[in-house]
């Protein structure tokens, strides 16, 4: 049914046209569309409002970034627009949503941590799988892993991988950073070493493993600027209306 669903969007949907489609706060737009809320209001308390959370805040990362949707979230056409059917089932979020197919294929680097994740999966159902893949495609940007998920803190990165690939995320008992943790995870596996010395404290790269990950989640950046601005969504006060 959803497979049938998804070619009936994909065949007929259009990006519409609006002040915030293609400007700086379409993630934030696009979040909004999606679950009704703003991010920082998102209550995650249950796991199934967590895990639309964390498709709505990679989808809406992937917006922000431009270009093809599906490509930038990791994501086939038509894998996108399943997801978009089961989780978030709005005809106006799919318009909003749909974009022609993207032309570029997969990296060897993405394919490989996506396997690394599949493999270690502690979830049933397509959602793990398509998070293995979202993952992994944003572990190709040049930011901290949570802030390329567009997630709020990086304990909810954690949250996730211990949700959902828990046997691969219980091998992070020192914190490391998780994308740091991932590389190292696939040159163990292939039996290489990356790290210059075997003890962590005397490594040249303790900090770029095992540093801060704080600072301001993108979304909440975003919003900050779209409130100084006085955008259209919000009041003479500074409140979303």
């Known amino acids: 049914m959803i497979a049938t669903q998804a070619t009936t969007i994909g065949a007929t949907a259009r990006l519409p046209a609006g002040p915030d489609v293609d400007g700086p706060h379409a993630g934030i737009e696009f979040y909004r569309l999606l679950t009704g809320c703003e991010p920082a209001e998102a209550d995650i308390s249950a796991d199934d409002d967590f ?11 992937a917006v922000m970034d431009g270009g093809s949707i599906a490509e930038r979230a990791g994501l086939s056409e038509q894998e996108f627009n399943n997801l978009l059917a089961f989780y978030f089932p709005s005809a106006t979020v799919r318009a909003f949503a749909w974009v022609p197919k993207a032309t570029s294929g997969i990296d060897d680097e993405t394919v490989m941590v996506r396997d690394l994740l599949l493999a270690q999966r502690s979830t049933v159902g397509e959602v793990g ?14 930011n901290h892993l949570w802030e390329d998920l567009g997630l709020r803190e990086r304990a909810e990165l954690s949250r996730l991988l211990m949700r959902h690939f828990a046997p691969l995320a ?16 696939l040159c163990e596996d292939d039996g290489f ?8 404290t005397q490594c040249n790269d303790f900090d770029l493993c095992f540093g ?4 301001e ?18 009041d003479a006060g500074g409140k979303s209306v």
């Not at 070493?193 to 962590?200: D, F, K, Y």
């Not at 801060?212 to 600072?215: D, P, Q, S």
């Open 51 to 61: 895990d639309r959370h964390v498709l709505a805040s990679i989808l809406a990362a």
């Open 129 to 142: 799988r398509w998070l293995a893949a979202m993952v992994a495609r944003r572990a190709m940007e040049p």
């Open 170 to 185: 219980a091998r992070n008992t020192r914190n490391m950073r998780w994308k740091r943790f991932f590389y190292r995870m």
């Open 193 to 200: 070493v990356m790290c210059t010395t075997p003890v962590c």
């Open 212 to 215: 801060e990950e704080g600072g």
């Open 217 to 234: 989640s993108r979304m909440a950046e975003r919003r900050r600027e779209f409130l100084r601005g006085g955008g259209d969504h919000a």
